[in-house]
């Protein structure tokens, strides 16, 4: 008889099996005054054990960690599974009541926002999002007084002027057309626009500048044949798909879309966008993966991942694409003021180049743009750190004047930290280390939601 094992089940992508609520941490180092808020993030979880041979990493349920700080303390640490009908059956628990899109309701695992005063569970791929209290129990999935046709995405984008969330959702029942939303700073949906790109592609993510949002058309797309092999995330690569980068005017129709071919490739983040200061054209700060679901189906793991930037003219050229960095890395990051707007620092972590991701250490990575050099920063041995999310010290604070938050795993003691590092001296002395009573797995996206939010 053969064992199968799956990466994502193993070492710290293992799930965690309790949810906690624990007042009592250890902090070393002093937690900033002007920290009062929750550091929150989410990651999949499965609540029962998944079959190792078919179990994509993008599918496990989602579990919230948070860690609350308030007047320099840490609060509380907790954990909770989102309460989609399926997990809250496996605790034995009565189902939470609401909307349900497209027969696919799923406790979101992708990223957890706060927005108007609410806290939300998100994915991608039409499940609907889930909010959650501020002490992360489900309160019930979420269509904003069915204003959202379907599902929504992990990955909105805030306009910091307006405050108001840009989206690009998609959904096999849709055929080739993905939903461009805009959220309000009410969480009302204020408008929803239809755009029509190459095929039923999956779109991870997207980006904004402040007169386009830009839609990524590239060659992961809906597979019937994935759906017949009884794939859970049936999106697979597609040689000769044409890929290309549209932007959309923030406020204009569907058709206005312009298009730019781009060498095949695959974006799960931009790490921003801007437009150029002269001109009709647009800056992508992008993590360029060389290809995605093509050998590896189980979790994205396809070659270095590297940082470029891609230029637009906004007339339909092609994109030209610039390399910044060579060294494999994911889940950049912006100081969220500068959305859309220029950028001078980016954060992302960087990873070796192996397929055997259970024991992987990997760095926080932080880039000057402007002095065109990086800052690394190791978190002890084996250490895996997660996405980091830059917190100004103040709301006019400078770029990078303000604190990086982020979870790192230690294998020696089997347990993670909230590790708060001066984003200007990121490899320095943390400005404080939060330690929590267990280990958070590897998992995808968080935020930082401040209590006046
Ligand atoms: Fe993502």
Redesign the pocket.
């Known amino acids: 008889m053969t064992t199968v094992t799956n990466p994502y089940l193993q070492g710290n992508y293992a799930p965690v099996h309790e949810e906690l609520t624990v007042t009592e941490l250890a902090v070393s180092g002093s937690i900033p005054e002007q920290l009062c808020g929750r550091y929150l993030r989410n990651g999949p979880n499965p609540v029962t054990a998944p079959d190792p041979a078919m179990y994509h990493w993008f599918t496990g349920d989602g579990m919230v960690h948070g860690i609350r700080l308030r007047d320099g303390r840490a609060e509380w640490y907790r954990n909770r599974w989102v309460r989609a009908s399926g997990v809250a059956a496996a605790l034995g628990e009565d189902p939470k009541p609401g909307p349900v899109h497209g027969n696919m309701d799923f406790g979101a695992n992708?990223?957890v926002i706060g927005h108007a005063g609410r806290t939300f569970a998100i994915v991608?791929a039409g499940s609907l999002p889930y909010e959650l209290t501020d002490e992360l129990e489900t309160i019930g999935p979420c269509d904003f007084d069915g204003a959202l046709e379907g599902g929504y995405t992990?990955?909105p984008k805030r306009d910091p002027q307006s405050g108001e969330l840009y989206a690009v959702s998609y959904f096999w029942g849709w055929g080739n057309d993905v939903e461009v939303s805009v959220i309000d700073t009410a969480a009302r949906v204020r408008s929803s626009r239809r755009v029509t790109m190459g095929g039923s592609v999956s779109v991870?993510?997207c980006a904004i500048t402040e007169r386009f949002v830009v839609l990524l058309d590239l060659p992961v797309l809906f597979s019937l044949e994935a759906v017949t092999e009884g794939a859970t995330f049936p999106y697979r690569w597609q040689d000769g798909y044409h890929s290309r980068v549209g932007l959309l005017p923030r406020e204009g129709a569907s058709t206005e879309v312009v298009w730019h071919d781009v060498e095949p490739c695959y974006v799960?983040?931009p790490m921003n966008a801007y437009d150029e200061p002269d001109g009709n054209g647009i800056v992508l700060d992008v993590v360029r993966h060389p290809s995605m679901f093509r050998t590896h189906l189980l979790g994205p793991s396809e070659g270095a991942s590297t940082l470029e930037r891609w230029h637009l003219d906004g007339l339909g050229g092609a994109v030209k694409e610039e390399r910044l960095d060579d060294h494999g890395q994911e889940?950049p990051r912006v100081d969220e003021r500068v959305v859309g707007r220029p950028h001078r620092y980016g954060y992302a972590v960087a990873v070796a180049e192996t397929d055997d991701i259970s024991g992987t250490e990997s760095l926080l990575v932080c880039h000057d743009f402007e002095r065109g050099t990086s800052t690394e920063r190791s978190f002890g041995r084996g250490g895996v750190v997660g996405e980091a999310v830059f917190v100004p010290r103040a709301d006019d604070a400078a770029e990078d004047d303000g604190w990086l938050l982020t979870l790192a795993y230690s294998p020696d003691k089997d347990t993670s930290a909230l590790y708060v590092l001066n984003a200007a001296d990121p490899a320095g002395e943390p400005q404080a280390v939060v330690e929590l009573p267990q280990r958070v797995p590897v998992g995808?996206?968080g935020n930082w939601v401040p209590d006046r939010s």
């Open positions: 992708t990223n991608e992990a990955h991870h993510d799960f983040h889940f995808f996206h």
